[in-house]
């Protein structure tokens, strides 16, 4: 008989008290861990930078092989020049905010 009175007494504040806080608890350390870095902002920032790179390079390589052979592909000269356009437009429109930017000096 003293079983089944003990095992309700200890279940409910377990499941009234310690699973509630152990839900919260995890929340806000989610919560304070959603916000970028500074070293997180300037590894976007350098893998955006690579990425630009590397499809420049496709479209020079595209436009290469467009000029040696212009059956092999009809369209990759105008995906050329369209990537290019691109890549001077976004050259010129501001892309870092101030925090990366302030990220990229402290990092030199």
């Known amino acids: 008989m003293n079983?089944?009175?003990l095992i309700p007494i200890?279940?409910?504040p377990m499941v009234v008290v310690f699973?509630?806080?152990l839900i919260l608890h995890y929340v806000t350390?989610?919560?304070a861990n959603s916000s970028l870095?500074?070293?997180d902002e300037s590894m976007l920032d350098d893998l955006y930078d690579l990425a630009r790179r590397l499809d420049e390079r496709m479209a020079t390589v595209e436009?290469?092989?467009a000029d040696?052979?212009?059956s092999w592909n009809a369209l990759a000269s105008e995906r050329a020049a369209l990537r290019l356009e691109q890549a001077e437009v976004s050259e010129l429109s501001p892309r870092r905010s101030r925090s990366s930017?302030?990220?990229k000096r402290g990092r030199r």
């Open 29 to 31: 350390k989610w919560k």
């Open 101 to 103: 930017e302030e990220a």
């Open 63 to 65: 436009r290469i092989m």
């Open 68 to 70: 040696d052979n212009p």
């Open 10 to 12: 200890i279940i409910v």
């Open 3 to 5: 079983e089944e009175f």
């Open 37 to 39: 870095t500074a070293e």
């Open 19 to 21: 699973l509630p806080w």
